[in-house]
């Protein structure tokens, strides 16, 4: 393996500009990812020399594959933050592509569920939030799914009732009323009510003294009733 990787090695030096350049880089790729701990920012450049080939005889079609490419060999490898950029990389580079619209949300979800990233999720989800091909009302639950783990239960809501307002015929709408109704009832204070309760119970204890055992109970159900 030692001595094949140098004859890689050589031949991609020498040799960039001949089509078989391709097939040996793929090579070195194998090479490096068979390895036990992955060198990422070998791997990473790799897959920037073989789009830059494509990209010098502009073949746009091949680079975008390998940008894709190199997106999930990362995704699938763990190494969520490089599969990020490879997805921001075809992005940027083809805004018009029709995959657009999914590959950002798969940088949302890899934002949300791989790295905890909240905050750069909602922005990758926002950004397709206006989307009618599929994605629009699928990025706002997930916008809002987001906003609950900040905890930011009112823009969660928000997000939730727009679903209904862009995308009333979508299956999501449903899905978001029912996460509204759930916030509001178990999750969301009701703190001016909880106050009203508190004062009340105070006034009644000054007025006709309970013992503490009852008190304790009451206040935990005003506690419990504003949750």
Do not use: H
């Amino acid at each position: 393996r030692e001595e094949a990787a140098k004859e890689i090695d050589y031949f991609m030096k020498a040799y960039g500009e001949s089509p078989l350049y391709p097939d040996v880089v793929r090579m070195a790729l194998e090479i490096e990812k068979e390895k036990r701990g992955w060198d990422e920012k070998a791997i990473a450049a790799l897959f920037d020399q073989l789009a830059g080939f494509y990209r010098s005889r502009q073949s746009e079609s091949d680079v975008k594959r390998v940008l894709l490419e190199k997106a999930s060999v990362f995704e699938d490898g763990g190494y969520y933050a490089q599969a990020v950029n490879a997805f921001l990389d075809f992005i940027t580079f083809f805004p018009r592509d029709t995959q657009v619209p999914y590959l950002v949300f798969r940088v949302g979800r890899l934002y949300a569920y791989e790295m905890k990233d909240y905050e750069r999720a909602i922005a990758a989800f926002e950004r397709i939030s206006f989307n009618t091909e599929g994605y629009g009302d699928k990025a706002l639950y997930e916008t809002g799914l987001c906003y609950e783990q900040i905890p930011r239960y009112d823009r969660a809501v928000m997000a939730y009732k727009t679903i209904g307002e862009r995308f009333p015929f979508s299956p999501l709408a449903d899905k978001a009323r029912k996460r509204i109704d759930y916030l509001n009832r178990y999750i969301i204070a009701d703190v001016a009510r909880g106050l009203t309760a508190l004062d009340d119970l105070l006034e009644e204890q000054m007025k006709e003294p309970m013992g503490e055992k009852e008190l304790y109970r009451k206040r935990g159900d005003i506690f419990f009733s504003v949750k």
